[in-house]
């Protein structure tokens, strides 16, 4: 028998936890909570958990600074966070921090039942082996980034990525060929079924983020393209 995925939902509002806890344990998984975020920092750094639902506004510790000292001592935790803040520089903020991706309130429950699950069967599927990608950019001829320890080398300087980020590279690396829609990326690298319709700035959040660590100049991308009506391309040498 398999086990059960545990989730940790913290979220300070009884009505929105009761139901949550109500629903995934519905559909199968087994699930612990915190209403405050002190507690919900300590039982997601000293428990065992496939997932976190992160609410942002809470009492104590918000959901940023939780976000954030998780992903100081957790590289590969699987975070989803809970917003009733969905302007941009939020967004932004939290899928900088780390965030797998946010679902903004009022949500479907339906839909996040489906995002949950998007999530951790991609993490399951990850091959988590140590094996390198070699990048051969203009400028770049020889950096490399370790898939296993999330670590990069790039222009003589080490760079620290999330597992979201190295996935995206990855999957870019492996189709050098064409460039790559918005959709595949979320179907290939979040795991979203292709008929889910996601209103989500996920991806191009993370293309910026990405930017930012292997462009010399990110506002004026050379290797992490944009290509009009295609989504993105890796150009190589």
């Not at 997601?44 to 998780?70: F, H, R, S, V, W």
């Not at 050379?222 to 040498?237: A, D, K, N, P």
């Amino acid at each position: 028998m398999s086990r059960k995925a545990r989730l940790l939902i913290i979220e300070d509002e009884q009505a929105i936890r009761t139901g949550l806890v109500d629903v995934f344990v519905f559909h199968g998984y087994e699930v612990d909570f915190a209403e405050e975020g002190n507690d919900g920092l300590r039982k997601a750094l000293t428990g065992k958990y496939d997932l976190l639902l992160l609410d942002i506004m809470l009492p104590g510790i918000n959901g940023y600074d939780i976000c954030e000292a998780i992903r100081e001592q957790d590289k590969e935790q699987a975070i989803i966070m809970l917003t009733a803040k969905s302007g941009d520089e939020d967004i932004i903020h939290g899928l900088a921090l780390g965030a797998d991706d946010y679902v903004a309130k009022p949500f479907s429950i339906a839909q996040l039942v489906l995002r949950v699950q998007a999530v951790l069967r991609r993490s399951r599927l990850l091959d988590r082996e140590g094996h390198e990608i070699s990048l051969r950019l203009p400028e770049l001829a020889a950096g490399t980034i370790d898939t296993r320890n999330l670590l990069g080398n790039l222009y003589g300087k080490e760079v620290q990525f999330t597992r979201r980020e190295v996935d995206i590279l990855q999957y870019l690396h492996e189709h050098t060929d064409r460039p790559v829609s918005r959709d595949e990326l979320l179907n290939k690298v979040w795991g979203y079924a292709k008929n889910l319709d996601l209103e989500t700035r996920t991806v191009d959040i993370h293309i910026a983020k990405l930017r930012r660590k292997i462009e010399r100049d990110p506002k004026h991308p050379r290797f992490l393209i944009t290509v009009r009506g295609g989504g993105y391309r890796l150009v190589s040498v």
